[in-house]
């Protein structure tokens, strides 16, 4: 990314052409409301149904922060088509692509998504509330006391309510939502309470010449504030909170001030205003955009003025030209085009440009997968008895979240999810740790989040099991008490009062951590209940005392990876990952600036004593909350949320950038995996490969011991590494033509530690040959890049290999298709460093 | 309106969990069995008639950790372990193997890639058996 001044710059402009706005999907019938997104500000909306139009020269205002919802002459019906254009007084879009109108009920079959109180907490005197998770055109309502106290009919997905009354002290809120008469849970009982005292100083972001909307943050939840333009009051508003954009008229030029004052109770002072200047347009800066992937047709928006227009050009042409936060193209990008994203606030034109290439690959942030909040979650402890292991009595109980008819201790079982079906469920098991912690409480939070969509989850208590000794027989009685742990929830899944006739024990997954993580590896070899089909377990951190196979198999395996390690040095879950046989993926989640421990809550010490920097514990959460929920929506419940573990999307509120996701499927088609045992001359496909142009290149064991390429290697496979001078290549014959221009090329590969990390980062382009011999490139750089080594300052710094994609079309480009007949590696970095690189594959 | 400066809070030293204490005391018992007792191979479970104990006085309490503390019988590594007092270890080798006599002792920590090991004094000396 870079940012250009315009003056550099030979941009065409179409005045004709602007983008088409976006209906925010999904569309789902009963609903009375549209969302549209993504117009220029005060741009006229038309919406057609089936080509009809129902909406016609809507105003559309302002385009942030939620567009316009629009309400529909008629509720939506399942299997209409709906579109929306933007007009101005020079230009007409072109209409958006259609959105089908779905049954909720598909999606949904246990009601409506729970609303959420948005913000929180709830204050006295509050004026108005936000709810949130709502499907688009439904019906809020808030209960104040069981009182209804404000409705909006048709909303937004995230909504704003007034309450009337204002709220009043100690009074219990509740939000509710409906769609097509299917009511959803009751949100989360807040309890109002008293509202800050002195209120906070809110304050105007900074504002630009010409702008004609002010951004205002730290408002109180539920505040009324007013807007003072120069000293003058110019009118009341009310806020759910902490930012709150404000239309002005008319707009503000240079030198003028703007300042706002909130209140709360009547009575009570309002807070001190802070005057903030307008800026001169010579100050506006270049827009902030997200990185942009080859076929993309939009681009998206992080930074920028609410109410500036945007202008897209790639290649110097404009593309598309609307509001944010995503612009429409009017066509996809390709390989190596060049993209140049101004913004114009009112009659102030930004002088610098924003300037990004599209990448081959560049995962769009799409949402968080351990967010889908659909049910109230009950909470128990359980207590199954005791066992004999190994001689000793050990004490099988626990905690279990699940979904439930209302928050808290002892709930009912969710009655409609009881009704529709049997729900999966998760077991837990913490590692070794003081006996005297509570360690089983240390996931209470990944624990709510599954139970929230709809899976059980349970944490075995094996503090019995925990203390300062060892082996693989305190293994064994890890996996012992997860078993009968299982075996009791099977008891109490007929006849207990709660859990009777709830649980699916065809879907079974097992999260462990530490010694936990290799008795989850133990379990699916050892257990013998009728019934149970263990189908996803995450080895978190896990050690390898030798208590099983090694082999993780026929079910779906994910290992997380702390790569700051104070304990598990080894990270020997690398080990599990590369012998594992799945039964649909594996993944293998590497972290920088993660630790052993922090993923537990109960576990409060950095096990690695302050020598590696590392991120905040809720970072660690973030980790295993996103990528154990991605796998267990998937492998459970059938959500399409595969992509998060397959680098295709990234979730939300995770610090991506420090994690490396390696992935493999099975009975794909593999080029080479090096563990065929044919020698570097020959791929896994039986053909041959070539070395050439000074490149080296020879397979070893990515391992510790005998014949290893070095000591950097710590998982349990076999690859290759390569070396030499600057444009060698190895190339890979296939044993057959491959047409690839829908497919992806898979290639795990890592920058080699040889003992000091290099200043400089290295790479490697892949290369696809087509069948009269011309051969395309494309950079690493262009897939995310190659990380670095995680400096572990001499104390087993790991060459550890990710997973790369590279989408075919990033080789075809325009013209579509494209038939190969080889797969090349070049390296192309000054310095000839090594590489290692396995498991290339076409999938 | 001032502001205020500080400096930055010092972290409490994490204790260091890699530690590994001295061998103070070592006495090696052959115990055999009425009733077989239960342990576990790999992923199998058996049963053993005979095993040596190793009785094991430390300078200080091994950490609790991930890993597990093991004695190390030149290079046999003996994993089974437990607390049995104040700095008082049992360590156990199921079934009938044999150490030779004079093997050096070592103390280490296992369950993670190549144990450390740290060399004690001690050398295997089989001082008792015993019927239990």
Redesign the interface.
């Known amino acids: 990314m870079a940012e250009v001044p315009i003056e550099r710059l030979d941009l065409k402009d179409d005045r004709q052409l602007i983008s088409p706005p976006i209906v925010v999907a999904p569309l789902y019938q009963c609903a009375t409301a549209v969302t549209i997104i993504g117009y220029l500000p005060q741009a006229r909306l038309d919406v057609q149904v089936d080509g009809v139009t129902v909406i016609n020269d809507a105003p559309g205002g302002f385009p942030m922060p939620n567009g316009a919802t629009l309400p529909l002459p008629a509720p939506f019906m399942a299997g209409q088509q709906v579109r929306a254009r933007q007009r101005t007084s020079t230009a007409t879009s072109n209409w958006s692509p259609e959105i089908t109108v779905g049954d909720h009920t598909k999606d949904y079959p246990t009601g409506p998504p729970r609303p959420e109180i948005n913000l929180a907490p709830v204050y006295r005197c509050g004026s108005r509330t936000g709810v949130s998770n709502l499907l688009t055109g439904c019906n809020v309502w808030i209960h104040a006391d069981g009182v209804e106290v404000g409705r909006v009919n048709g909303a937004a997905a995230h909504q704003g309510v007034n309450v009337n009354p204002d709220y009043g002290p100690n009074q219990n809120v509740r939000a509710f939502a409906e769609m097509c008469n299917d009511p959803s849970p009751p949100s989360q009982l807040h309890k109002t309470q008293e509202p800050p005292s002195p209120l906070p100083s809110a304050l105007v972001q900074e504002i630009f010449d010409g702008g004609s909307q002010m951004t205002v943050s730290g408002l109180v939840n539920g505040a009324r504030f007013n807007v003072l333009r120069n000293g003058i009051d110019v009118g009341t508003w009310r806020t759910w909170g902490q930012r709150h954009l404000v239309g002005l008229s008319p707009s503000v030029g240079a030198g003028e001030t703007l300042a706002v004052t909130q209140r709360m109770c009547l009575g009570v002072p309002s807070s001190t205003p802070v005057d903030t200047p307008v800026k001169p347009c010579s100050s506006l800066p270049a827009p902030i955009v997200a990185p942009i992937e080859d076929g993309a047709t939009s681009v998206t928006l992080l930074q920028f003025v609410p109410d500036a227009v945007i202008k897209v050009y790639v290649n110097q042409v404009k593309r598309g030209e609307s509001g944010g936060p995503v612009v429409l193209l009017n066509s996809p990008m390709q390989h190596g085009d060049t993209v140049h994203v101004q913004q114009i606030v009112g009659h102030c034109a930004g002088q610098i440009a924003q300037e990004v290439k599209s990448l081959c690959v560049a995962p769009p942030v799409t949402g968080d997968p351990s967010g889908l909040n659909l049910y109230p979650v009950g909470h128990k402890d359980y207590n199954g008895g005791t066992i004999t292991s190994?001689?000793e009595t050990l004490n099988v109980r626990g905690s279990v979240y699940y979904p439930a008819d209302d928050d808290g201790d002892n709930q009912p079982f969710n009655s409609r999810v009881k009704q529709h079906g049997l729900v999966p469920i998760v077991f837990m098991a913490h590692?070794?740790?003081?006996p005297a912690d509570p360690s089983y409480l240390g996931y209470d939070y990944f624990q709510h989040q599954l139970a929230k969509m709809g899976i059980v989850a349970v944490s075995v208590d094996c503090n019995d099991t925990?203390?300062?000794?060892?082996?693989?027989?305190?293994?064994?009685q890890r996996a012992d008490l997860i078993i009968a742990s299982i075996s009791h929830f099977q008891t109490l899944n007929s006849g207990d009062p709660v859990f009777d006739q709830t649980i699916e024990f065809s879907k079974v997954g097992l999260m462990g951590h530490?010694?936990g993580g290799?008795a989850v590896v133990?379990v699916p070899?050892?257990i013998a209940l009728p019934g149970v089909q263990i189908q996803a377990v995450i080895s978190l951190?896990p050690?390898?005392?030798?208590?099983?196979?090694g082999k993780p198999q026929g079910y779906t395996f994910m290992t997380i990876l702390p790569a700051a390690n104070?304990?598990?040095?080894?990270n020997?879950g690398a080990k599990y990952y590369d012998r594992a046989q799945p039964a649909r993926y594996k993944s293998q989640v590497y972290v920088h600036h993660a630790n052993?421990n922090f993923f537990n809550r109960q576990w409060l010490?950095?096990?690695?004593?302050?020598a590696f920097p590392l991120m905040p514990r809720p970072d660690h959460e973030r980790v295993l909350s996103a990528y154990g929920c991605a796998l267990y929506r998937n492998v459970l419940l059938g959500h399409a949320t595969e992509g998060f573990l397959f680098a295709r999307e990234l979730p939300t509120g995770v610090q991506t950038q420090n994690v490396h996701l390696s992935f493999e499927i099975p009975r794909t088609f593999t080029v080479d995996h090096h563990e065929d045992g044919n020698g570097i001359g020959t791929n896994s496909l039986g053909q041959p490969t070539a070395q050439g142009g000074g490149l080296g290149a020879d397979e070893y064991p990515f391992r510790?011991g005998a014949g290893a390429y070095d000591t950097s290697f710590?998982g349990d496979t076999i690859g290759m590494v390569a070396e030499g001078e600057q444009n060698g290549t190895f190339r890979s014959a296939l044993d057959k033509p491959v047409e690839i221009s829908t497919r992806e090329i898979w290639v795990r590969a890592a920058e080699v530690f040889e003992g000091r990390i290099p200043p400089d980062a290295t790479g490697f382009e892949v290369g696809v040959e087509d069948l009269v011999g011309n051969t395309r490139w494309v950079d690493v750089d262009d897939s995310g890049g190659l990380p670095r080594p995680f400096d572990r300052s001499g104390w087993l710094t790991k060459t550890m290999l990710k997973t790369f994609r590279f989408p075919g079309r990033c080789f075809a480009g325009p013209r579509g298709k494209l038939d190969i007949q080889a797969v090349l590696l070049r390296l192309n970095r000054r310095g000839g460093r090594p590489i290692a690189f396995d498991v290339l594959q076409i999938v | 309106m001032d502001e205020d400066f500080t400096s930055q809070e010092v972290r409490a030293a994490a204790p260091d969990i890699r530690r590994l204490p001295e061998i103070e005391s070592l006495q090696v018992v052959r115990v055999r069995y009425h009733k077989p007792v239960q342990y576990a191979e790999g992923a199998s479970r058996k049963e053993a008639d005979e095993v040596i104990e190793f009785q094991v006085t430390t300078s200080a309490d091994f950490p609790i950790r991930a890993l597990a503390p093991a004695l190390f019988v030149g290079d046999t590594a003996v994993t089974e372990s437990k607390r049995i007092g104040d700095r008082k270890y049992l360590f156990v080798s199921y079934g009938r193997r044999e150490f030779k006599d004079g093997e050096s002792i070592s103390v280490g920590w296992f369950g993670s890639g190549t144990p450390e090991r740290k060399l004690s004094k001690f050398t295997f000396r089989l001082e008792s058996e015993e019927t239990r």
Do not use: C, M, W
Request: a negative charge; proline letters at 2%.
């Open positions: 190994f001689g590692g070794n740790h003081n925990n203390g300062p000794g060892g082996g693989v027989n305190n293994i064994h530490s010694r290799d133990l070899e050892i951190d050690t390898e005392f030798g208590a099983h196979s104070g304990d598990v040095v080894f020997d052993h010490n950095d096990d690695a004593g302050g510790q710590f």
